[in-house]
């Protein structure tokens, strides 16, 4: 069930795969499925690449089967397998679950200062954040000293829960490398529906490595943000927002799944 909270403050629009339309408006999230799905092992979905290119141009999410962890940038989809490395997904290919928006920032500055830890950085988003934005999408470039991420092994049926999934994740680390963040920052009341709080992905300026990030440390990097007030859902068979103990339920797998234990 939908937080009274978060229908105030954001415009939720919920629908099927058969009443989708092309994304034309600025500042409008879009997603595919609910992370509180994937939780349960709901690892395929009915929506295509090519159909979510046409709700955004930066974002996040993963792939049918659990296979990998899915980065949006510039218009284009990659996938991190377990060790880290990307390649482009084939417009054909579906996800279970992702996010995305057409990226058109209204914040656009440098962080400037002494080297920033992961949650430093955090903590610095969160002061750029617009007063009064229910949730933000967020790319970050730059040189990044350090940043640890993971990507998860792909599943078949039967699927077992994401937090099982997770036990088996590779984590790696990238050191002293070129690249860009994205990803969004929603409010806490939205678990279950999505990530409360910052989720974020990674891929290298080259577009050869990449991943779910776990931590990070930066210095001066270039910080973009954009705003929204406006998310679109698109649920697939069997996936509804009626469960009214969705976030209860999720908080503890989703803090297990997303910061890595």
């Known amino acids: ?51 979510l290119a046409e709700h955004g141009d930066l974002g996040l999410g993963t792939l049918n089967h659990l296979d ?28 279970p679950f992702a996010v995305v928006t057409r990226f058109e920032p209204s914040v656009d500055v440098r962080l400037l200062g002494e080297e920033l830890d992961h949650e430093d950085l955090l903590a610095r988003l969160d002061e750029l954040v ?22 998860v092994p792909r599943q078949e049926p039967p699927y077992r829960p994401l937090t099982e999934v997770v036990a088996e994740q590779h984590v790696f680390e990238l050191a002293d490398v070129e690249g860009t963040m994205v990803g969004f920052r929603f409010p806490t009341y939205v678990e279950g529906i999505e990530v409360a709080g910052y989720h974020l992905h990674f891929a290298s300026a080259d577009r050869s490595r990449g991943g779910h990030v776990l931590g990070s440390r930066s210095r001066g990097l270039r910080a973009r943000l954009d705003p929204s007030d406006d998310l679109h859902v698109e649920l697939p068979p069997r996936v509804d927002l009626d469960d009214p103990d969705l976030a209860a339920r999720t908080h503890a797998a989703v803090e297990a799944v997303e910061r890595g234990g």
């Not at 997603?31 to 994937?38: N, R, V």
């Not at 939780?39 to 929506?47: S, Y």
């Open 68 to 95: 990998g962890e899915m980065v949006a940038l510039d218009g284009e989809f990659f996938r991190a397998d377990v060790d880290g490395r990307l390649s482009r997904v084939a417009p054909g290919e579906k996800t």
């Open 1 to 51: 069930m939908l937080d009274e909270r978060w229908i105030r403050s954001l415009h939720v629009e919920s629908m099927r795969r058969a009443d989708l339309h092309r994304e034309l408006e600025p500042h409008v999230l879009f997603q595919a499925s609910t992370i509180g799905a994937l939780l349960d092992g709901g690892f395929e979905g009915d929506l295509s690449f090519a159909e």
């Open 130 to 151: 617009p007063a009064g934005a229910s949730s933000c999408a967020i790319r970050l470039d730059g040189r990044f000293d350090l940043v640890r991420a993971r990507s």
